[in-house]
């Protein structure tokens, strides 16, 4: 092949405008179209029409829910693409709403803003104590951050180990000093404190207030790690740590950065929450949040292994995890906290398993090898038949219900039995190089015919198949 | 060209989306809903009264019933009602969460809630906006903070929490005349409910009970178990065993038969689930103060479906039994203290007016007359 002029290959479509966007950010494109795809569901299925007739209040309140997931979403997608692992962003919620309501209270005692009894008086506060208790949050944020990086740099704890002492004690930590700053501050040793300054309140309660910060955070973030040398260091880091460190990279400051990214955004996220839900309550706040954070991640396209993954992809990640909770609950009317986990662990392996196709060889890729495979076809059948009855479930046990979900199990069970079993046909196939490997010399000529066809038209798979994986790949090794 | 991996995720995603397309529209779980009129099911057409949980347990289960029970009795259907029972798990921000939900939805047109913590005012905000909406809101079980937030709700349906610590150390006193050191358990230490029947419970046991411990378990039945066993161990002195919330009772015995000291604690609980029942049945608790959840969610749905129609008789009927503050807005559903059937020191004791003391047999009969398995 020739190349003409402008360096493309002769004969071949130049990429339309819209098909390179699409490579470079197909993780985002096909988050949007999931997006949109669960709202026109929700839509469809929803007798109440929630989404048509409340549609700017549901808008804001999915917005407002995804940009605190998102930005500590963000800090956990930034440690997980440097390559380690975040899980202590629960704790740090919890911890960093004990310190920021614990030093209101302190600063109101400081500015003698107290009742006749002596408590705190946590309405209408100056805006200065506000400014002071964020800021000191954030720097504590920064501490833990720090501590993390000590340990896994200095002392050498796997991460997973270091940031699951934090997960751990950061909370019980917060438990501890809250009833010891209620009895320093307040007349009792309560195990929660409330705030009720309006203008506290509204940081986690209005809508744009979360929105504005998380859009901030993100361009910032985009830019440290679109455009900047720390953060084509950091994705080098996460792709191979010791040929990083061998091309003279200061691995222990980038992680460093990185674990303080995570648990600053942590820490503000947690002062967000600390504000929606009216003050600090560390035996629940953000309980299991960093398994959100982890999964928003991944879902928007950071791999566990590190070195891959987008800070559009993670916010976008967070959206999609955000609308499908909502859509649940709008569309499963009684108890859909029941079915939540159900459904968004669903689609989060779904989400997931797509885009690591995306990134594997398409038809290569073998998902029921063997008798493996014949069991987990026989498991997923059953296992989305019964998740078919189980929702179609209403608790009324009248014959025709029964009848309902029987025939609603049935049919998706035998939907799924249908594809899994196509598919498992599929990939049992001879391919290419097994036909060479088993055919008789005597079928030489027809056999190399045929494997060249399958080796042609499988590198001609790969190239489309990698078209936005391996532009994205490739996108982000420039980065890196 | 679309290969054959991406063919078979889509057809994969496909699929979830089938499961979804099936079964949510129906709805699921403890939709209590009758068919409408005209055999269609209403499904989740026309509008919801939502009994909205401080989190799970066998009492919100008995409260169901109540709830099914006043939906059948009242023909909410043929009002267009539908009566619903979610779920909270305990924390604030799960019940700020749902509220906040119920206002991005039209077809909520009541919600009778049992606020998880009183102090927080998060909640009677989220409360106040619903009714700014025009949902009627009515607190079941545990209320708001009377002091600041009364504003937030039109009723409260429930025992009167202050009254029934009161009677259960009552039941304490008649069990140790000579007084005693107790320890309280409970779920949420600032759930008003906790709070009233934790202050109660002093007032009646009387001044020569003393508090050691106050241990909180977040809802948590496996730390419920761990905070009795720390209060035993740190506490060498303590004879009183309180539970305050109704799985805090079997937690209570659970650890007593491990460590076999049954013969050094007097054990007052609230509440029977029927775990608890058993356990009383086999000498294992002194006294049970037992609030009516059947009663409060079938109250609850029958004030909530009388303000959603404006049945001004109705309302005027359950008025009737809302006297006992100045504000009229408490709707007391009743306490009964349970005394094991024979050998108690409590069955010459009085109690309050508005309590029902009954022996454990006759307490049963009560709940199989009820279809209920505990209260």
Redesign the interface.
């Known amino acids: 092949m020739a190349l003409n002029s402008a360096g493309g290959i002769q004969g071949a479509q130049a990429p339309s405008g819209l098909s390179r966007l699409y490579s470079r950010y197909a993780t985002e494109c096909g988050l949007l179209i999931a997006i949109f795809a669960v709202i026109v569901i929700a839509i469809l299925i929803d007798p109440t029409n929630a989404y048509l007739e409340k549609p700017w209040y549901n808008a804001t309140e999915i917005l407002r829910h995804a940009s605190i997931l998102g930005i500590f979403a963000m800090g956990a997608g930034i440690v997980i693409i440097s390559g380690g692992i975040d899980l202590s962003s629960g704790s740090v919620i919890a911890f960093s709403g004990v310190i920021c309501c614990s030093m209101i209270l302190g600063l109101c005692q400081f500015a003698g803003l107290v009742d006749d009894t002596g408590n705190p008086v946590t309405a209408n506060l100056p805006g200065w104590i506000l400014v002071v208790a964020i800021s000191g949050t954030l720097g504590v944020g920064f501490i833990v951050g720090s501590f993390h990086a000590w340990l896994i740099t200095v002392v050498r704890l796997p991460p997973f180990i270091a940031t699951l002492a934090s997960l751990v004690g950061l909370r019980s930590l917060g438990r501890v000093l809250i009833q010891d700053v209620n009895r320093v501050f307040t007349s009792n040793a309560n195990t929660q404190i409330y705030i009720r300054d309006a203008t506290y309140k509204s940081l986690g309660n209005e809508w744009y207030i979360p929105v504005i910060i998380c859009a901030v955070v993100a361009l910032v973030l985009f830019t440290l790690m679109r455009s900047t040398v720390t953060g084509r260091h950091l994705y080098a880091i996460g792709g191979n740590e010791d040929a990083a460190r061998l091309s003279g990279i200061s691995t222990e400051k980038k992680k460093w950065l990185a674990y303080c990214i995570g648990t600053m955004t942590a820490a503000l996220a947690g002062i967000l929450y600390s504000s929606y839900v009216g003050g600090a309550m560390p035996d629940r706040d953000g309980l299991g949040y960093e398994l959100n954070a982890i999964a928003a991640a991944v879902v928007g396209g950071c791999s566990l292994a590190g070195g891959l993954g987008t800070i559009s992809g993670i916010v976008l990640g967070a959206i999609f995890l955000r609308v499908v909770i909502d859509a649940v609950a709008k569309t499963v009317k009684d108890n859909p906290d029941e079915f939540q986990g159900m459904i968004v662990g669903l689609l989060v392996v779904l989400a997931v398993t797509f885009n690591e196709l995306r990134s594997q060889k398409g038809d290569r890729k073998k998902f029921f090898p063997g008798a493996l495979g014949i069991v987990n076809i026989i498991s997923l059948t059953v296992l989305m038949g019964l998740v078919a009855m189980l929702v179609t479930s209403d608790g009324d046990s009248s014959t025709d219900d029964s009848r309902d979900k029987l025939f609603a199990g049935c049919l998706v069970a035998g939907i799924t039995f249908a594809v899994l079993v196509a598919r498992k046909m599929f990939e049992s196939r001879p391919t290419g190089e097994q036909a060479l490997v088993s055919t008789p010399i005597t079928a030489n000529a027809q056999s190399d015919s045929s494997a060249g066809g399958s080796s042609s038209e499988s590198g001609k798979q790969e190239i489309e198949g990698d078209g936005p994986g391996g532009g994205e790949e490739a996108d982000e090794g420039m980065d890196s | 060209?679309f290969?054959?991996?991406?063919f078979?995720?889509l057809?994969?995603?496909l699929?979830?989306?089938?499961?979804?397309?099936?079964?949510?529209?129906?709805?699921?779980?403890?939709?209590?809903?009758t068919p409408s009129p005209g055999g269609s099911d209403d499904?989740?057409?026309g509008k919801?009264i939502i009994i909205l949980t401080n989190g799970t347990s066998p009492f919100w289960d008995a409260a169901k019933i109540g709830a099914q029970e006043a939906a059948a009795d009242l023909k909410t259907a043929e009002a267009g009602l539908r009566v619903?029972?979610?779920?909270n798990?305990?924390?604030?921000?799960?019940q700020?969460?749902k509220l906040?939900?119920y206002?991005?939805?039209?077809?909520v047109a009541g919600v009778g809630i049992s606020i998880t913590?009183s102090?927080?005012?998060?909640?009677a905000?989220e409360l106040r906006k619903l009714a700014k909406q025009g949902v009627k809101v009515i607190t079941i079980d545990s209320d708001i903070d009377r002091k600041n937030d009364r504003d937030s709700r039109i009723a409260y349906i429930g025992t009167d929490n202050v009254y029934g610590g009161e009677e259960l150390g009552k039941a304490a006193k008649g069990l140790k005349p000579d007084g005693g050191n107790y320890a309280t358990f409970v779920g949420l230490?600032?759930a008003a409910n906790a709070i009233e029947r934790i202050g109660g419970f002093g007032v009646g046991a009387g001044d020569k009970f003393k508090q050691k411990e106050n241990f909180?378990d977040?809802g948590d039945q496996n730390t419920a178990r761990k905070n009795v066993r720390d209060a035993i161990d740190r506490n060498a002195d303590l004879d009183t065993l309180v539970g305050i919330w109704s799985y805090n009772a079997p937690a209570i015995v659970d650890i007593v038969t491990q460590l076999k000291r049954r013969k050094d604690f007097t054990i007052v609980t609230f509440d029977a689930e029927p775990i608890a029942i058993d356990h009383m049945k086999n000498g294992m608790i002194d006294a049970m103060a037992v609030q009516n959840p059947h009663a409060m969610g079938y109250e609850g749905v029958r004030m909530l479906k009388a303000l959603i129609t404006d049945d001004k008789d109705a309302l005027a009927a359950m008025e009737k039994r809302m006297n006992r503050t100045e504000e009229k807005d408490l709707f007391d559903t009743g306490l009964k203290i349970i005394i094991p059937d024979e050998g108690s020191p409590l069955a010459e004791t009085k109690f309050g007016d508005n309590t029902n003391k009954l022996t454990l047999s006759k307490f049963t009969e009560w709940l199989k007359s009820k279809g209920l398995q505990g209260s």
Do not use: E
């Not at chain 2, 699929?15 to 809903?33: E, F, N, Q, R």
């Not at chain 2, 619903?84 to 779920?87: E, F």
């Not at chain 2, 102090?119 to 909640?123: D, Q, R």
């Open positions: 060209m290969s054959a991996s991406r078979f995720s057809s994969v995603l699929l979830a989306l089938v499961v979804l397309a099936v079964g949510c529209g129906k709805g699921g779980g403890d939709s209590t809903a499904g989740g057409a919801r619903v029972v979610d779920t798990d305990f924390s604030d921000k799960g700020i969460d906040r939900s206002q991005g939805m039209s077809d913590n102090g927080n005012s998060s909640i905000d230490k600032g909180g977040g």
